[in-house]
C-alpha cells in the first residue's frame, strides 16, 4: 500500500476529495496536524480560506466513513513538532515526503516542480476549470450577480444608467452551493494562476479578481449569511466613443496632468478611466495604473500596481523611479490614497484619480482640508464628472488673486480658486479663505448668492450653522431686502430649533433680517 502526503491547495481546490473516492489513493493519507490547525484557526476568525480548508477535510472524512472505503485509505494526522510559519508548510508536506518515502499530493504547478527537483514522487492534481460555477449566472448583458444564502439569485441587466434586477433562477441558494463558488475561486487564486487573485483578504471577507469578474464575498458574522457579489464590465469604450469636444480632447492630451474623473457608484468611471488609459498608450504615453483590486482590462503595456500588496511607499518609490507618464488610481477612498496622489501629482507624474462623488464640485471639495487651498490647482486641473456611462461635466481649475464675487470692499481680495465649465469657459464656483474657514460658493449664473450689502454676511452665516449643516449645502437669497437662508430638508428642523438663536445675534448686528427655507 502507497503512503502519501497532501499539502494545502491539494485540499482547498477539493481534488484531494476527489481522488480518495475515485480510487487514484489507496493506502495511507498523512496530513501535517499544523495544517489542519492553521486551517481551524482562521476558520475562527471568519477567514475565507480558512472556512474552506476545515469544510473540505470534514467533507474528507465524511465521504471515506459514508462510502466504506476506510479499507482502503487510513486518514493519518502527523506532527512537526515545532513551531512552523504557516507560509512554510507546504515546504515541510514536501520534506516529510522525501523523508518517509511519500507520494507529495498538490495542485500546485510550483509545489510539483520543487518535488520533483528534490526526487519526490508526486501526484500533481492541478487543472485549471474552464468556467467556474460563478460564470455561468452570467449570461448576456448581466452587470452583475448577486448571490446570497438562502434567496435566489439576482442579476443587474443592462447598461449603466439603464439597468433593471431581475431573478436568475427560482431555487434558493445553499450555503454549500454558495461554498463551492468560494472553494474554487480560492483553488484558482491558490494556485498562483494568473487569471485569478486574492486581492484583499480580510477576516470575514474576501476581494477576489477573477478573469475581469471582480468578486466580493462576505461571512457571517459581518453579514448575516454568506453573500457574494460578482461584477464585470458590459461596455468597452474608446475615448472617441464619448463623443467629446476637440477641446477637451486637446486639454487630456497636452496640458492636464492632474485630472479627477468622479461620479456615483456605476456612474462609467472605471471604464471611462480605462479609455483615458488606452488613449495616453495610443499616444506613446508609459501608463500605470494603482487598483484595489486590480480589475481593469487593460493592455498588457499598462503595469497594474495593487495598493493592497504593496505599501504607499513602495508604491510611491517604483512609480518615480520606473517614471511613467500618467498613472491612474482606481477608486481613491482614504487620507492615504489622496496623499499618496498628492506625492505623486506633485513629483511631476501626470495623474488621474478615480473618485466617488455625486456632483463634480463633492469630488474637488474630497481634497479640501487634506491638502492646502493654494496647492489645489497645482494637484487638480481638470475634473470630468460621469453619469449614465457619459461624460456630463468638465471642470477647469485655475487660481487668481480678487475680490470673491459678491464682496465689494477692495481690501478683501485674495486668492480665489476659480472652477470654470471648460466648455462655455463660465465661471461655476469660487473657493476661498475667509477668516479660518474655506468657503466653496456657487457664482453661476442663475444659482449667484445674493448677499445684501457685501460677502461678509454669507460667511457669517455659513460660519453659523456650521455646526448643523455641511456648508456647502447652505444657500443664501436676497427677496425684498430679506435674507432667505435656504437648507436641505433634512438639517432644516436644527437649523430652526438651534440656529436661529445665532442668526438672531448676526441680525442685530448687521440690522437685516432672516428667514428660513427649505431647499
Avoid at 474554487?184 to 487573485?197: F, G, H, N, Y
Avoid at 478573469?211 to 462576505?218: D, P, Q, S
Wanted: hydrophobic share 40%; glycine share 6%.
Amino acid at each position: 500500500m502507497d503512503r502519501y502526503i497532501a499539502d494545502s491547495s491539494a485540499v482547498l481546490d477539493g481534488t484531494l476529495k476527489e481522488v480518495v473516492v475515485s480510487g487514484r489513493v489507496r493506502g495511507t493519507l498523512f496530513l501535517l496536524s499544523e495544517m489542519v490547525e492553521y486551517f481551524t484557526s482562521l476558520a475562527r476568525q471568519g477567514d475565507g480560506i480558512g472556512i474552506v480548508g476545515v469544510e473540505e477535510l470534514k467533507d474528507l472524512y465524511e465521504v471515506v466513513d459514508k462510502l466504506g472505503l476506510s479499507d482502503f485509505v487510513k486518514i493519518e494526522t502527523v506532527s512537526l513538532n515545532r513551531k512552523v510559519d504557516p507560509e512554510e508548510l507546504n515546504i515541510y508536506a514536501r520534506r516529510f515526503a522525501k523523508e518517509n518515502g511519500c507520494i507529495y499530493i498538490t495542485s500546485d504547478e510550483v509545489a510539483r516542480d520543487a518535488a520533483r527537483l528534490q526526487g519526490v514522487e508526486v501526484l500533481y492534481l492541478g487543472k485549471t476549470r474552464e468556467v467556474l460555477t460563478l460564470e455561468r449566472f452570467f449570461g448576456p448583458e448581466v452587470m452583475s450577480v448577486h448571490l446570497k444564502e438562502g434567496l435566489p439569485p439576482l442579476g443587474k441587466v443592462g447598461r449603466p444608467g439603464n439597468w433593471r434586477i431581475v431573478q436568475l433562477s427560482s431555487e434558493p441558494l445553499s450555503r454549500k452551493q454558495l461554498e463551492i463558488v468560494v472553494r474554487e475561486l480560492i483553488a484558482e487564486a491558490s494556485k498562483l494562476s494568473p487569471r485569478t487573485k486574492i486581492e484583499i483578504r480580510r477576516p470575514h471577507s474576501l476581494i477576489i479578481q477573477h478573469k475581469e469578474y471582480r468578486v466580493v464575498v462576505v461571512f457571517p458574522p459581518v453579514s448575516e449569511r454568506l453573500e457574494i457579489t460578482a461584477t464585470k464590465p458590459v461596455v468597452r469604450k474608446k475615448i472617441e466613443d464619448y463623443g467629446l469636444p476637440p477641446k477637451v480632447l486637446e486639454r487630456l492630451e497636452k496640458s492636464a496632468e492632474g485630472i479627477l474623473v468622479a461620479g456615483a457608484p456605476g456612474a462609467g468611471k472605471t471604464t471611462f478611466a480605462q479609455a483615458l488609459a488606452e488613449f495616453y498608450l495610443s499616444k506613446g504615453k508609459i501608463v500605470k495604473t494603482i487598483e484595489s483590486p486590480r480589475d481593469m482590462v487593460l493592455p498588457p503595456a499598462i503595469t497594474q500596481i495593487s495598493k493592497n500588496l504593496a505599501t504607499s511607499e513602495e508604491i510611491h518609490d517604483l512609480l518615480l523611479l520606473s517614471r511613467p507618464d500618467y498613472t491612474i488610481f482606481d477608486e481613491m477612498r482614504d487620507t492615504a490614497d489622496f496623499q499618496l496622489y498628492v506625492d505623486l501629482r506633485l513629483a511631476g507624474v501626470g495623474m488621474v484619480g478615480i473618485v466617488h462623488a455625486t456632483s463634480p464640485i463633492d469630488a474637488i471639495q474630497r481634497f479640501i482640508r487634506r491638502v492646502e487651498l493654494g496647492m489645489i490647482p497645482s494637484i487638480i486641473d481638470t475634473v470630468i464628472f460621469m453619469k449614465d456611462g457619459e461624460v456630463r461635466k468638465v471642470y477647469a481649475l485655475s487660481m487668481v488673486v480678487k475680490v470673491p464675487a459678491g464682496m465689494r470692499e477692495e481690501d478683501l481680495a485674495r486668492p480665489v480658486i476659480l472652477v470654470k465649465d471648460f466648455i462655455t469657459d463660465e465661471v461655476e464656483y469660487e473657493i476661498y479663505v475667509f477668516g479660518e474657514e474655506t468657503f466653496v460658493v456657487p457664482v453661476k449664473r442663475g444659482e449667484a448668492v445674493a448677499m445684501g450689502p457685501s460677502r461678509r454676511v454669507y460667511s457669517m452665516v455659513v460660519s453659523a450653522l456650521k455646526r448643523y449643516v455641511p456648508p456647502h449645502e447652505i444657500k443664501l437669497e436676497e427677496r425684498d431686502g430679506v435674507i432667505v437662508v435656504k437648507v436641505p430638508e433634512e438639517y432644516l428642523g436644527v437649523v430652526l430649533s438651534r440656529g436661529v438663536t445665532k442668526l438672531e445675534k448676526i441680525r442685530r448686528k448687521l440690522s437685516v433680517d432672516f428667514r428660513i427655507e427649505p431647499r
